[in-house]
C-alpha cells in the first residue's frame, strides 16, 4: 500500500498517546525513585524501607532502560517508525530485569503480600500489549 491510501484509524492515535503518556508516568516514577534521599526513606514502612537499601545498581539501570526505551517507544509510534517495535522490546526486557530482581531476589510478595504483584503483573501485560500493538501497526502499514 502506498502511503497516499493508508489509512490511520483514531485509536491509532489515541492508543499511542496514553502510551506515552503510560511511559512518561514510569520515568517520573523512576526519578522519584533515584531522587529519594535517606531522610525520605527513614521515614518509610521496615518492609519497603529495605528495598530501597538494598537496591542493587543493576536493577536500578533495568528500571533505567524499560522507562527510557518505553517513552522513546511511544514517541515513534506517534511517529509512527517502525522503530517503536525494538525500543518496545527493550523496555519489556528492563521491565523483566527489574522484576525478576523484585520477586526473585528481594522476595517482595513475601515482604509486601501477594497483592504486591499486581501492579507488575499490569506492567508487563501493557508492555507485551504495546510490543503487540506496535507490530500489528507496522503489519498494517501504519508504520513507516
Not at 492508543?15 to 533515584?34: D, K
Request: hydrophobic residues 60%.
Amino acid at each position: 500500500m502506498s502511503e497516499e491510501t493508508v489509512q490511520i484509524p483514531r485509536s491509532f492515535w489515541i492508543i499511542s498517546s496514553l502510551a506515552l503518556v503510560w511511559n512518561l508516568i514510569g520515568v517520573v516514577r523512576y526519578v522519584m525513585q533515584v531522587r529519594i534521599t535517606e531522610e525520605m526513606v527513614r521515614t518509610l514502612p521496615e518492609a519497603e524501607r529495605v528495598f530501597y537499601t538494598d537496591l542493587p545498581i543493576w536493577a536500578t539501570s533495568a528500571f533505567a532502560v524499560a522507562v527510557t526505551a518505553g517513552a522513546i517507544g511511544s514517541v515513534l509510534l506517534l511517529l509512527r517508525s517502525i522503530w517503536a517495535v525494538p525500543l518496545f522490546l527493550i523496555s519489556l526486557v528492563g521491565v523483566l530485569v527489574q522484576m525478576y530482581h523484585a520477586f526473585a531476589i528481594a522476595r517482595a510478595m513475601l515482604v509486601l503480600g501477594p497483592t504486591s504483584a499486581i501492579v507488575p503483573t499490569l506492567i508487563i501485560t501493557i508492555g507485551a500489549g504495546l510490543i503487540w500493538y506496535a507490530r500489528y501497526a507496522k503489519d498494517n502499514g501504519w508504520l513507516r
